[in-house]
């Protein structure tokens, strides 16, 4: 009798229990419906959250999309002496993607890997986007993906090792690169970047390699075999270029610059004479001359430490105040070139605004190629290795780069993608927009010895300390 | 309402005149006094932006880990397990005054007085004020929010231990487990692809705390989530107590 009492006791216990569980579950359930759920922003800037704009294009993005983040400090410049770059970043981070996958509405599946993730999903996660170091965010659709890294996404000042001074968060554009990014995804179809020249003995490479980069940000990347098929294309990239072209797509190709079409091309030492010398022909009008020979330049000054096959250019020899470099230079990063010929500002018809990208140092002579001879004649001194030219009112974009070493090899596309990606953007007229910046407020605070000892004071023992003296009180008076 | 006002004022002077309960507080203070002091003087990053002050205290920190989950079944123990061990709460049960009443007021009584810890902490970020500190205060009044939401979780679900018996351990004990499985089950599985997954991000309080209140977004599901849960784990401390009558 009393174990049937029991057993219908505890059924009815778990019963109601259980109503109460699947309630409370109905509950969540209806709150977590994107349509329901909103967010209040209480800081003082009120920029805590993603704007419409970011929002409206997140809501855009196909079903199946992830942003998958990496929360890893890969700069110890801006982790030195106690630096809130990353910490404060990465909270930054961590609170915008839960908005993003709030106005997602379901769309978006948000992953955080940081150094308490279990080792086995960062793994895979960077096995499966071919992660590099300084990418922060990858944001992908099941057909495409968007890659931004640190630099796209943070603004940080360098830090003084003079004076001790840490690394500070300058500005963030996390909603306004977030919704470029979102809206390149949702995008009928991805800008197809065409690919003509390369060297047909490393073209699989450059296929697997610069392709990879490519699709990583967002574009189409294909050989174009027939001058037809460049007709399709958005930017016309040549990698190089060991052979001269066939006659119509020569012809294709002078066809595509006089309807001012973007144009990236990249010429090295090894380029042929006869192709160069046509190239110089096509771009007289814009007042870009590709020079002859290979430029070579001390290393860090030193006499007798040469560098000609490999040319490194610190950030300040890059064009601070050109879209292609201006990541670069600004974060303080270099680029590697290999194989350098000169690439010079030349008279041009007038009509084009021209910039030097990057440069060596006053120290480069250029030699003859391949005997690496120094060439009678040949002259001394700062060597710019990169122009671009547009017009005035900004189309005819056509950027010219004195290496090919950029667009090949695991190794250089690590060293140079900032530059190889940041050029295709501006081609494309998808460069940075400065007007997406927002200030980050930064609160430095320091105790002095005596304030520090007051506060430690009144908030370890003075706070406490009255209420275990009330406590006592207590204590006495109930015990009287 | 009368009889509901007169129980609560009881629980509350039961509260405070129980000696205990002010070593409690003393400990909360003392810690998150440590706590706060340790991060002003030895963390460099907060030195470098009090930004992060708040993001530390109530979203990752020690107070999420360690003092949130075990200070509220202490307060709450005494609820029913003592009145339990006493023999106060069959008289409690049967004076002309609803059964919910009793476990609402209980319960209420002890989110009040979880109000004084709070205003420990709070008078913690009054004192930097007053050392001339620039303080945000929108995160850091999100953060105190989602802690204290938190903390009314924790409240409830120390109550429903409490619920259990007379046995004090096991109502602090159990109460404390509850509230860690509460945060570490979440964790355990986040990473899950399937359903396990799903439901873990869904219910990932330091998430909640950490990428939502701490940085100064109020988000409605995180809100919804903290009060349903508290919520449901009173409503089964109620049926703990009343479901004895249910069979005869």
Known sequence: ????????????????????????????????????????????????????????????????????????????????????????????????????????????????????????????????????????????????????????????????????????????????????????????????????????ESRDQAARELFEVLRAEGFAPGWVETAESLRDQDLLLFPGQPLPLAPSLAQAVEDWLSADRPLLLALGAPAPDGVVAAWNLRL??????????????????????????????????????????????????????????????????????????????QDAWIDRYPDAVFAPGAERGLTTLGVAAERLDGSGRVLVLGSTSAFYGALDLALDRDLVVASVRWLLGDEDRA??????????????????????NLAVLALPGVIFLLGLIVFVRRRR | MRAFFALWRREVHGLLVAPFVYLLLGFWFLL???????????????????????????????????????FPPLLTLRLLAEERRIGTLEPLLTAPIGDAAVVI???????????IFWGGVAALFLLLAAFGAPLPWGTVAAGMCGALLCSLLFLATGLWASSWGGNLLLAAGGGAALNYLLLFLPVLFEHDEGWLGAVARAAHIPNMLDRGFSAGLIDSYAVTYFLALAALFVYLAWVRLVSRRWVP
């Open chain 1, 284 to 361: 007289a009008e814009l007042g870009v001359v590709i020079g002859a020979g290979m430029v070579c330049q001390p290393v860090a000054g030193q006499i007798g430490l040469n560098r000609c096959v490999i040319l490194e250019i610190p950030a300040h020899s890059l064009q601070a105040a050109h879209p292609a470099t201006r990541a670069l230079a600004e974060s303080g990063r270099g680029v590697v070139l290999r194989l350098a010929r000169p690439v010079r500002l030349g008279a041009g018809g007038g009509g084009h605004l021209r910039t030097e990208l990057l440069w060596t140092t």
């Open chain 1, 435 to 456: 007007a997406g910046l927002v200030g980050v407020q930064s609160l430095p605070f320091r105790l002095d010895a005596s304030a520090a000892a007051r506060l430690s």
């Open chain 1, 1 to 200: 009798m009393i174990a049937g009492r029991r057993l219908r006791l505890g059924l009815l216990t778990l019963a109601a229990g259980l109503a109460g569980v699947v309630l409370a579950g109905v509950a969540l359930q209806t709150a977590a419906h994107p349509g329901l759920r909103r967010r209040w922003d209480w800081t003082a800037e009120g920029s805590a959250g993603l704007g419409a704009r970011t929002a409206a294009a997140l809501r855009e993005l196909p079903e199946g999309s992830r942003a998958t983040v990496f929360l890893f400090p890969d700069d110890p410049r801006l982790s030195w002496n106690g630096s809130a770059v990353y910490p404060k970043a990465f909270a930054r981070l961590r609170s915008l993607l839960v908005d993003a996958a709030v106005h997602a509405r379901g769309r978006l599946q948000v992953e955080v890997l940081d150094g308490a993730s279990p080792l086995v999903a960062v793994e895979r996660a960077r096995t499966r986007l071919a992660h590099q170091a300084g990418e922060v965010l990858v944001l992908e659709t099941p057909a495409r993906r968007q890659v931004l890294r640190f630099e796209q996404l943070f603004v940080a000042s360098q830090p003084d090792p003079r004076t001790g001074a840490p690394a500070r968060l300058l500005e963030e554009r996390v909603d306004d690169a977030l919704g470029d990014a979102a809206l390149q995804l949702g995008r009928d179809r991805a800008p197809k970047v065409g690919l003509l020249g390369g060297a047909p």
């Open chain 2, 32 to 70: 998150n006094g440590l706590m706060f002091t340790y991060l002003l003087t030895y963390e460099r990053e907060v030195q470098q932006d009090l930004g992060l002050l708040a993001p530390y205290l109530f979203g990752s920190g020690l107070l999420v880990w360690l003092l949130l989950p075990t």
């Open chain 2, 105 to 115: 007021a209980k319960y209420l009584a002890a989110c009040v007085f979880f109000l």
